[in-house]
């Protein structure tokens, strides 16, 4: 049983899992689903979902990682006045590449993009239709001993302007750290 607010409901879902290394260069390969019975906690009520997720893992050099993930999920809710009540259909791919140059140092470029469709009408309160968003950042590393790493890093976050229909820029940063473990 799942509490959305005041009320609590039942559930009735089901998962598959499926997990193999084929070889190599292509390490893991996943794919995962969830099915059945899902709540809207938005609007308080029962609904019937599906999501997917597919993900890899590539080692075409000993040096070079590449992940990639991909997630679809829906839902859709009861409405007696609609045959197709699709509340949203939500997505996100990433992108991490790695590359190691030494076992002192690497550096990460992660690539993330995002999007909800929802029907407005299907809601309670007021929500867009539709979201688009996509966050960039790179990452470099290196180890100076063996407690002690120096972290540069930049990341870029975008967000869809209804007016323009353009990623806008929503925040960037610029970043310096340096991680030391301290002993007694």
Known sequence: ??????????????????????????????????????????NERLGHGFSLVLS???????HLSLSFNASRRFLDVDDPQRANSRLFTARVDRVRLTYTFTARSFVRVIGQWGQTTRDPSLYVDEVDAREKDFGGSALIAYKLNWQTVLFLGYGDNRALAEDTDDLQPTDRSLFIKLSYAFQR
């Open 56 to 62: 890899a893992n590539v080692r075409p050099t000993d």
């Open 1 to 42: 049983k799942i509490r959305a607010g005041e009320q609590v409901f039942p559930r009735h879902s089901g998962n598959a899992i499926v997990q193999f290394s084929p070889s190599r260069v292509i390490n893991q390969i996943n794919v995962e689903s969830h099915f059945g019975q899902e709540i809207d906690f938005d």
